[in-house]
């Protein structure tokens, strides 16, 4: 075994410990400790910030894109967010224990589903140094022990965070080892976490299109992901022209560097008009579009697009653009092209609205709203440690609930099987 795999395997040892401890810990002390973690946070913003200000000079040395820089960079706003997004998780209802269902049998045998922690969790990171105290928040309130391995162009950020988020959980009594960060930007340790089945009970990766598919490639743990947010707003003949302007420059500008951004435009062919002012907006937003020959017609610095810009993530001012033929066609190239993440239709129809609704098999579908609305902040959740787009154990904004599984309680009265 490697020095890397040895240090890994001890990380693992200590967070399975921790997280028995945590299983058993009260709610209203898990939520003290978080609310230290988050006043501990705010008291040491200026050690965050010039950690974080190293980060950036460095990554912008690198040449690092824009995208990423802006995933990368804190302020004083930002860092507040992510304050508050722990005190937001610490006031969130405690999943642990939570009954699912229950039911009894004809021989009075009682079942009952509650949900228990997943127990020690693995997160492979890249450029989001909010992740570092997200996923600490929420794997400690969901009862879990978390392994936080973020990207090297985040590592200095991560520390200040990390040191800060544990100093708050340990004055209130929680274990260190409950949330542990693997501070060091060997790439061999990713590899040492893929590998430690038995150790590790699941991994999420959260990062580029290389990061998720080497973990779900290599990986020897369950692995909870999402590759690319290819992301869609449709523009239905019945759309409202404004608040489809609205939406669609929202969708794709607000921020072009996260996976909830829109990366393709689908526009009715009934709706051509609407579509016209909307495309229009985002070209004179400064905003590239690449479109089809329809698109293309409607002004002439729009680009022609190839077969490759309907499966790209451009995580830029850059947008794909088509003409289809109405909500059929536009759950068809969703079908074909997308990557089941978050799609929006904007309509005044509601039947419409609900055959897109129930036609697209992506993990979040929205109507009359921006795709941007993709996260778990947004949906009440406090926070989020990814967005998964598979079909097993948990969909679209991971967060409390999805970092947990469920055990059966049997209660009986002396009943023996026949």
């Given at each position: 075994?490697?020095?890397?795999?040895?240090?890994?395997?001890?990380?693992?040892?200590?967070?399975?410990?921790?997280?028995?401890?945590?299983?058993?810990?009260?709610?209203?002390?898990?939520?003290?400790?978080?609310?230290?973690?988050?006043?501990?946070?705010?008291?040491?913003?200026?050690?965050?910030?010039?950690?974080?200000?190293?980060?950036?000079?460095?990554?912008?040395?690198?040449?690092?894109?824009?995208?990423?820089?802006?995933?990368?960079?804190?302020?004083?706003?930002?860092?507040?967010?992510?304050?508050?997004?722990?005190?937001?998780?610490?006031?969130?209802?405690?999943?642990?224990?939570?009954?699912?269902?229950?039911?009894?049998?004809?021989?009075?045998?009682?079942?009952?589903?509650?949900?228990?922690?997943?127990?020690?969790?693995?997160?492979?990171?890249?450029?989001?140094?909010?992740?570092?105290?997200?996923?600490?928040?929420?794997?400690?309130?969901?009862?879990?022990?978390?392994?936080?391995?973020?990207?090297?162009?985040?590592?200095?950020?991560?520390?200040?965070?990390?040191?800060?988020?544990?100093?708050?959980?340990?004055?209130?009594?929680?274990?260190?080892?409950?949330?542990?960060?693997?501070?060091?930007?060997?790439?061999?340790?990713?590899?040492?976490?893929?590998?430690?089945?038995?150790?590790?009970?699941?991994?999420?990766?959260?990062?580029?299109?290389?990061?998720?598919?080497?973990?779900?490639?290599?990986?020897?743990?369950?692995?909870?992901?999402?590759?690319?947010?290819?992301?869609?707003?449709?523009?239905?003949?019945?759309?409202?022209?404004?608040?489809?302007?609205?939406?669609?420059?929202?969708?794709?500008?607000?921020?072009?560097?996260?996976?909830?951004?829109?990366?393709?435009?689908?526009?009715?062919?009934?709706?051509?008009?609407?579509?016209?002012?909307?495309?229009?907006?985002?070209?004179?937003?400064?905003?590239?579009?690449?479109?089809?020959?329809?698109?293309?017609?409607?002004?002439?610095?729009?680009?022609?697009?190839?077969?490759?810009?309907?499966?790209?993530?451009?995580?830029?001012?850059?947008?794909?653009?088509?003409?289809?033929?109405?909500?059929?066609?536009?759950?068809?190239?969703?079908?074909?092209?997308?990557?089941?993440?978050?799609?929006?239709?904007?309509?005044?129809?509601?039947?419409?609205?609900?055959?897109?609704?129930?036609?697209?098999?992506?993990?979040?579908?929205?109507?009359?709203?921006?795709?941007?609305?993709?996260?778990g902040g947004e949906f009440g959740f406090g926070a989020e440690i990814g967005i998964a787009t598979g079909r097993l154990h948990a969909r679209g904004p991971v967060a409390l609930e999805g970092l947990t599984t469920y055990k059966t309680v049997v209660r009986g009265n002396g009943q023996v099987r026949p």
């Open positions: 075994m490697s020095e890397i795999e040895t240090r890994i395997a001890e990380m693992a040892t200590a967070a399975r410990a921790a997280s028995r401890a945590l299983a058993a810990t009260p709610t209203a002390r898990k939520a003290a400790a978080l609310k230290a973690a988050a006043a501990a946070i705010r008291a040491a913003a200026a050690a965050i910030l010039a950690a974080n200000a190293e980060d950036m000079k460095a990554a912008e040395a690198r040449g690092t894109s824009g995208a990423m820089l802006d995933r990368l960079r804190l302020d004083d706003a930002r860092l507040e967010g992510i304050a508050a997004g722990v005190e937001a998780v610490a006031a969130l209802p405690d999943p642990v224990g939570a009954p699912i269902k229950g039911w009894t049998q004809p021989n009075g045998l009682k079942f009952e589903q509650v949900r228990v922690p997943l127990g020690v969790i693995g997160i492979i990171y890249e450029s989001r140094p909010n992740v570092t105290v997200d996923a600490g928040a929420l794997c400690l309130m969901s009862g879990n022990a978390c392994i936080l391995r973020g990207g090297s162009e985040a590592l200095a950020t991560s520390k200040a965070l990390h040191a800060a988020f544990i100093a708050g959980i340990a004055s209130e009594g929680l274990p260190a080892d409950a949330v542990q960060l693997v501070d060091t930007s060997d790439r061999a340790a990713v590899g040492a976490m893929l590998g430690a089945a038995g150790l590790i009970d699941i991994i999420i990766p959260r990062g580029g299109k290389g990061l998720v598919a080497r973990v779900q490639a290599e990986a020897r743990v369950p692995v909870l992901a999402h590759l690319d947010g290819i992301c869609h707003v449709y523009i239905d003949r019945d759309a409202d022209a404004d608040k489809a302007e609205a939406i669609a420059l929202n969708a794709k500008l607000r921020r072009t560097g996260i996976c909830g951004a829109a990366e393709t435009l689908l526009i009715d062919e009934a709706a051509q008009a609407t579509g016209a002012r909307v495309v229009k907006a985002l070209l004179d937003a400064g905003c590239e579009v690449r479109g089809d020959d329809a698109v293309r017609a409607i002004d002439p610095r729009v680009v022609a697009a190839d077969d490759a810009d309907w499966g790209t993530e451009y995580l830029d001012a850059i947008i794909s653009a088509k003409v289809v033929d109405g909500v059929s066609g536009a759950a068809e190239h969703i079908a074909r092209h997308g990557s089941a993440h978050t799609e929006s239709i904007i309509t005044e129809n509601a039947e419409t609205a609900n055959r897109f609704l129930a036609g697209v098999d992506s993990a979040i579908v929205i109507h009359n709203a921006s795709t941007q609305f993709a996260d």
